[in-house]
């Protein structure tokens, strides 16, 4: 059985940093892409940042591109999003997520195994 387990969001001012963590458990970890999606209350979900199963190719959306990087340690079972110049347009509820395939998407429907999520709220 797979499981993502998140960790490390918070209240930040603007400007600020923050460093999520995902710790998952399974043997899907190290043949899957893995992506972080946030949501924020009253709009949909929305992908952020995703990276291939071998950490070599990432992709980002354009809200995060330049401020926000996904790494992943194979090793260890986990992926981070470490978040800079954060906005308050950045609050939401941040997910991580495993996918079916090996190669970066940004695509909600390629993920099959989804975190619970953790809060990152960014105060003006």
């Known amino acids: 059985q797979v499981q993502l387990a998140e960790s490390g969001g918070g209240l930040v001012q603007t400007g600020g940093s923050l460093k999520l963590s995902c710790a998952v458990s399974?043997?899907?970890?190290?043949?899957?892409?893995m992506g972080w999606f946030r949501q924020a209350p009253g709009k949909e979900r929305e992908p952020v940042a995703t990276?291939?199963?071998?950490?070599?190719?990432?992709l980002y959306s354009d809200s995060v591109k330049g401020r926000f990087t996904i790494s992943r340690d194979n090793a260890r079972g986990t992926v981070t999003l470490q978040m800079n110049s954060l906005i308050p347009e950045d609050t939401a509820l941040y997910y991580c997520a495993a996918a079916s395939l090996t190669i970066a998407t940004m695509d909600s429907e390629d993920y099959r195994h989804w975190g619970q999520g953790t809060q990152v709220t960014v105060s003006s």
């Open positions: 399974g043997r899907t970890f190290n043949n899957s892409a």
């Open positions: 990276i291939s199963w071998r950490g070599v190719n990432t």
